[in-house]
């Protein structure tokens, strides 16, 4: 038998490492596409965890857009799949590549194999456009890996057979507990001399398409409000690349005292940042996952949430984008003790880090049936 795992973003990369890792370890015959959607980002992650693509479709363009990066992730994937006839071709998650790899596989007649499947809003605009992307992959799999019950529970109300769903919880937590168990130090001078024992800092990240403009307008000034009510607070902002939020953010922090904005970190150096940090703040739908096992509180910037499991545990708490909303929920952890605590003692909903081998045994598993290679 053999296995193709494609991908092309840095959260990918992250999420896919430790099933890459448990493929290589079990000597299961496997290739590795890359579609590099997200190149700069995606290179930092490869070189992290050591994994060398035995195809790299290389689909990045300046000021690239949806129809050109779906349209070429299908083109160059197409020649790539015929000539491997992998017998599954595991994705993962709601992004672009996902989706087109994907639809490619379908067309030639490929099962796939969803990491990280069920999650939903049910609003196809926010996020966007991964809230279509995710619920499109699961229409086109055969296998459907949840990290939780509940995105189980939306499979099944989806239609899914029970049968194809496994609870797995999600391989980030197996990636991040790996990276946070090592020992480390910064790169960045900053961040060494930084004193996290008596500053509180609060760590954020915004790069979300549905964050553009107004919102990140408002949060950006949710920032400087916090940094000014409260002299204790030191804010890093690792400062995504994109054109559109690099200018926003200098345009209202730069020069703001105690707001630090810097170069974005690999993930190695982020989780040890996350790991020393007070409080986060971020749009991302990884941090919601990964921040509860480093006994971290999250308030996630965005008006809608895929992963309610965090909300429902106590590990995050859903601000929206509005300026004083941000404020006030900041404020309170940084002040009250109490809140804070209740946050930081709940359990991951996420997973206890074993969520690769999980994966890779239902894989080999449900290849070695005839019913599954049938289909």
């Known amino acids: 038998m053999k296995i193709a795992v494609a991908f092309g973003t840095r959260p990918e990369a992250i999420k896919m490492a430790p099933i890459v890792k448990e493929l290589t370890r079990r000597g299961v015959d496997f290739s590795i596409i890359v579609t590099g959607q997200h190149r700069e980002l995606l290179d930092q992650k490869l070189d992290l965890f050591g994994i060398k693509p035995h195809h790299d479709l290389d689909v990045m363009q300046i000021d690239q857009d949806l129809f050109q990066t779906t349209s070429l992730v299908l083109q160059r994937i197409k020649p790539v799949l015929a000539q491997e006839a992998p017998d599954l071709?595991?994705?993962q998650g709601d992004t672009t590549t996902t989706f087109a790899a994907s639809l490619a596989a379908?067309?030639?007649?490929?099962?796939i194999g969803h990491v990280?499947?069920?999650?939903?809003?049910?609003?196809?605009?926010?996020?966007?456009?991964?809230?279509?992307?995710?619920?499109?992959t699961t229409r086109l799999a055969s296998l459907h890996f949840a990290p939780t019950t509940w995105a189980r529970a939306n499979l099944l109300r989806e239609g899914v057979s029970a049968e194809e769903i496994h609870v797995t919880g999600n391989p980030v937590?197996?990636?991040?507990?790996?990276?946070?168990?090592?020992?480390?130090r910064f790169e960045n001078a900053l961040l060494n001399t930084m004193d996290y024992a008596t500053r509180k800092v609060v760590v954020m990240t915004v790069h979300r398409r549905e964050s553009f403009g107004e919102p990140m307008k408002r949060i950006f000034q949710a920032c400087r409000e916090l940094v000014e009510s409260d002299q204790s607070v030191e804010l890093i902002y690792p400062v995504h690349p994109n054109p559109q939020v690099k200018t926003m953010a200098s345009h209202m922090l730069s020069g703001t005292p105690r707001v630090h904005l810097i170069e974005p970190l690999d993930y190695r150096a982020f989780v040890h940042l996350m790991k020393q940090s007070y409080l986060i703040l971020t749009d991302s739908g990884g941090i919601q996952e990964e921040a509860p096992s480093l006994r971290k509180p999250v308030l996630v910037l965005r008006e809608t949430t895929e992963r309610p499991e965090a909300i429902e545990a106590g590990t995050a708490k859903l601000v929206g984008t509005s300026t004083a909303s941000i404020v006030s929920a900041a404020t309170q952890l940084l002040q009250d003790r109490k809140a804070y605590g209740e946050m930081i003692t709940q359990i991951n909903p996420y997973g206890d880090g074993t969520s690769g081998k999980q994966i890779v045994d239902i894989v080999l598993s449900a290849l070695s049936g005839s019913s599954f290679k049938s289909k």
């Open 173 to 184: 937590i197996d990636a991040l507990l790996d990276i946070a168990a090592e020992e480390y």
């Open 106 to 111: 379908f067309y030639l007649q490929i099962p």
């Open 116 to 136: 990280e499947a069920g999650l939903r809003t049910w609003n196809r605009n926010n996020p966007y456009p991964e809230e279509l992307n995710r619920q499109l």
């Open 89 to 91: 071709l595991l994705v």
